[in-house]
Each structure stands twice: as C-alpha cells, then as structure tokens.
C-alpha cells in the first residue's frame, strides 16, 4: 500500500526554499490584516480576557493564544514557501461572520460575538494566502477557538451527573443516602454539588492539553480523535470518582476532613493525578513525526503559481474593509442607547374575579425573580375573590430600550436568586382563550417547599418563551431602528412537595390577568 504525503508537511524547514514577488509580501500583508481584525473588535476580544482573569474555568485561555502562535511559528518556512493563493470564498466567509458579530453585538449574546471575532482571524488567513496556508495552519487556528470562554450551557448536565453518579455510588456502598436535586443528605451531615464541584473546569482543562499533546505526538486521524475522546470522557467520570471519594472522606471523619478549602485542594491533586495517568498510557502509542519517517530531501522551491503582487493586495484590502464595515454599523445601531427616558410607574388594574391581596410577596411566597438594570417593576400577589386555590404571585418588569447587561435577557449567576434550586424546567403549552401560548415552566425547590414558576417575554410586541426568538427580534429593532421595549412576565404559585404542582390555578390566573397586562404595556411608551 502505496502513501501519499504532503511535500510541504514533510520537508524539513531547511528544505523549504520561498520564491515569488508576491510571496514576500503576503505574510506582512497577512499579519497587517490579523491586527486590523484585533484592534477593530478590540472590545470582543478584551471582553475575553477579563473571563479570562475573573475565572479559574476559563483561565487556560492565557496560554492557548501564545501556544497557538508558537504552533504557527513553528511552520513559519513552509508558510512562507506557499504560493499565496488568494480566496474568494475567504471573503466570503469573513463577511458571513462579521453579519454574524454584528448581529451578536445588536441582541448583546458575547459568546457568538467572540467565536465570530475569533474566526475572522482563519477567514483572513484564507482569504489572503488561499486553502494551503489553511490546511497548513489547520491545528493552531482551530486552537485559537478553545480559547473562547464557553461551556457553561454544560454546567447544569455535569452538575446532574455529578449528584447521580456520587448518589449512586454511595448506595452500592451501602450509605444511606436521599437525594433532592442536586442536594444529598447522609447521616452524618448534607452535601451539594455546585457549579465549582461540576468539573467543568477540569474537562475544559484536559481538553485543552489533550488536543495538543494529541497535535505534537500523533499524526493519525484516528489515533488523535481517540485521544480527545479520552480527554473528554476520563475528567467527566474522573469528577464523578472525586466527588465520592470527598463525600465519602467527610462521611467517614464524621464531617471533619474535606468540607472547607481542602475540598478543592483534594479536587485538583486527584485531576493532576488522571491527567498525568492519561497522558502517560497516550504516550506509549505516540507515533513518530512524519518528517522522520520519510528520507533527507533536497531543497525544492515550491513558489511556483504564486499570486502577482496585485492580487495579494487587493485580497488584504477587501479583508480591510469588510472587518472595518461591522464595528462602524454596530456603532450606527447603538446611537440612542445613553439617550435618557422618562420614569414609567408601572400600574395594573386587578384581573376580573381577582383581588389583589398586596403589591409584595405575601404568606409564604416570598420569591423574587432576580432582574438586570432598572426596568420599571409591578409585583403583587393575588387571589380568587371565591377564595378557592392557593395566592399567585404577578412580577412584571418592562425595559423602554436594552442596552448590555440591562436587559430582557441577561446571563445572571443566580437566576433564581440564591434560595431556591431548579428541579426541572420546560416549555409548556398553555390554552387561553386567543389560542395556545407557549411558557417557560420551572419547578424550584427550597427543602420540602415548592415554587411553579411560569415565564414568558414579549419583544417588540410579541409574546414567546424563546430565548432565541427574543434575540433575534432585539437584534432586529436595533439594526432597523424600530422598537426594541421589551417585558418579563412571571406567575408563580407555592405547594408542598407531596402535593400536585397547581398548573390549573396558574392557567386560570393567566386567562384573567394576560389581557389585562397587553393593554397596559400597550399604553407605555417606548423607545426608537
């Protein structure tokens, strides 16, 4: 079996030899470009680093970028032996992701602005110097994505993993245990897995050093998936082994040992340990570089068919331009957000056959939705003027104009406030008299009390339980100028655990009150 291989990847950097007018120009053009794209969404990028710095999950970021450079720096003679090939498609593509930011920056969603900032930069690359400058630096620009701080969408999965498998683990060895969500009693004392206990810092970690000792030791396709395979799957259930051996370690010190900082000092020895067991048995099938499994060669030039100088120049340019469009359009769609709005006192009538019994939290519902910025607020709680059914708690917050996190949707770190956990969460569809409305249904939990939570969002006029839908028609007033108020609609209503969640009382509730509270938003003003 004959193999093919890649004169360019094989051929030592001595053997390179670059030829070409337009070769000589292509990579300062190419690194001119590269820092256009850094400062114009400096912003974005700068947003990065300050996650960077504020968390211990997303601090590897500091040295994916320099990793990433010294990867590229590393084929730099071959690099410049490439025939620049300028692409059209690369243009394309930069000006798909900078559509893609711009629309980001307008519903304020920064992990899409800074994969789409982050892929400008291959999209450059492409652009100017064409598909084999691409596939030559295929591993340190995809390296580049790792370092943008994603992954908490994974928090609640792990964090759900984590509980059942420590759960599970304690039963079969014989530890009485009783699970509530993500909370856990022994007999000795009571356990919750949180966001610092979910691992998922540990498998961002190892996928970070798995794709690059995957990179450096190994050329096979299939043996390097295995190797991020591995890098995934070992912290998941690894964090799973950690959190028992800590519960079990408090359990049998009589919740001595491995309740305060020591906790977490268990928790990175016992990764350093995996990760070092991993990376040690990956060695051992490591493969040799394929520049040593093939004979010296004799310096070729591979300048042949490069690009004119022209041709490099206008594709460095167009790249210029496109980065440049963006940032000035997303300037344009931000022009009326510090302008002043008057203050709104957000009043409701009573629903019919509902009397309101207090303008706060009454009895035992005591909750309150946690909220970003100052939108004008309304909450109340009320009953049926028949007396039949439990109070439903009304919470209404309504924004004139969205800015950054001051909006209808923004990432809180506890969305449910502090108190109380989600159990579970869905999309309901509810009956009303205009027809079916789909809400956000949550089941929070705090020890044996309840909370049946429903939510829903009008943008612009519209009423969804999609995050998504909310976006994108904030994205849209904002870039065509029309409205962009938006309103949080919450009902709530308390019940023991043993007993049903009252899904009817809040159907009946939203029947009354959901007509009563389009009229008022209606009459509010609103802004451009």
Not at 342 to 352: Q, S, T
Request: glycine share 8%; with cysteine.
């Amino acid at each position: 079996m004959s193999v093919q291989l890649d004169p360019v990847a094989c051929l030592p950097d001595a053997a390179v030899q670059p030829d070409g007018h337009g070769q000589r120009h292509a990579l300062p053009l190419l690194l001119l470009a590269l820092a256009a794209v850094v400062l114009l969404y400096h912003a974005t990028f700068w947003s990065m680093l300050e996650l960077w710095s504020r968390s211990q999950t997303f601090a590897h970021g500091f040295l994916i970028v320099p990793i990433s450079c010294w990867l590229a720096w590393r084929r730099r003679a071959r690099l410049a032996a490439l025939a620049p090939q300028p692409s059209r498609p690369g243009l394309l593509l930069l000006g798909a992701l900078g559509l893609a930011w711009l629309l980001a920056d307008a519903a304020n969603v920064p992990v899409v602005e800074q994969y789409a900032a982050t892929a400008m930069l291959p999209a450059c690359v492409l652009a100017i110097l064409g598909w084999p400058a691409v596939r030559l630096l295929a591993f340190p620009l995809a390296y580049l994505f790792l370092a943008v701080p994603f992954g908490e969408v994974f928090l609640e999965p792990l964090i759900d993993f984590t509980a059942a498998f420590t759960v599970t683990a304690l039963q079969w060895t014989g530890v009485p245990v009783f699970r509530d969500g993500s909370n856990f009693s022994l007999p000795t004392g009571n356990w919750s897995v949180v966001e610092a206990c979910s691992g998922l810092r540990y498998l961002i970690a190892a996928l970070a050093l798995g794709a690059l000792f995957a990179h450096v030791n190994f050329h096979s396709t299939r043996r390097r998936l295995a190797v991020m395979a591995a890098a995934l799957l070992v912290p998941i259930l690894a964090n799973g082994v950690r959190a028992y051996m800590i519960v079990m370690l408090g359990h049998l010190s009589n919740m001595r040992l491995a309740v305060g900082v020591d906790h977490l000092i268990y928790g990175w020895l016992f990764f350093g340990l995996v990760a070092l067991l991993l990376f040690w048995l990956a060695a051992r099938w490591r493969e040799l570089p394929l520049a040593r499994a093939v004979p010296p060669a004799q310096p070729v030039r591979l300048g042949t068919g490069a690009a004119s100088l022209r041709a490099v120049v206008r594709a460095s340019a167009a790249c210029l331009l496109l980065a440049a469009l963006w940032p000035a359009l997303a300037l344009a769609s931000h022009r009326d957000d510090g302008a002043a709005l008057p203050a709104i006192v957000l009043a409701l009538p009573d629903p019919p056959a509902w009397r309101r019994l207090h303008d706060a939290a009454a009895g035992n519902i005591d909750w309150q939705a946690p909220y970003a910025g100052k939108p004008a607020l309304f909450a109340a709680t009320y009953a049926r003027q028949d007396g039949d059914g439990a109070p439903v708690g009304l919470q209404l917050r309504w924004y004139a104009r969205q800015v950054r996190d001051a909006e209808l949707l923004t990432h809180l770190s506890s969305p449910y406030g502090a108190r109380w956990t989600a159990l579970a969460q869905r999309v309901r569809q509810v009956g009303l008299p205009g027809g079916a409305l789909d809400v956000r249904e949550s089941v929070l939990a705090h020890g044996g009390e309840r909370l049946l939570v429903w939510r829903v969002y009008r943008q612009g006029g519209v009423v969804t339980a999609r995050p998504l839908l909310v976006k994108l028609l904030l994205a849209q007033a904002k870039l065509l100028g029309r409205r962009q108020d938006g309103a949080d609609l919450i009902v709530f209503a308390a019940y023991d655990e043993l007993a049903p969640p009252p899904r009817a009382h809040l159907q009946a509730f939203l029947r009354a009150a959901l007509p009563v509270i389009e009229q008022r938003l209606q009459e509010l003003p609103h802004g451009p």
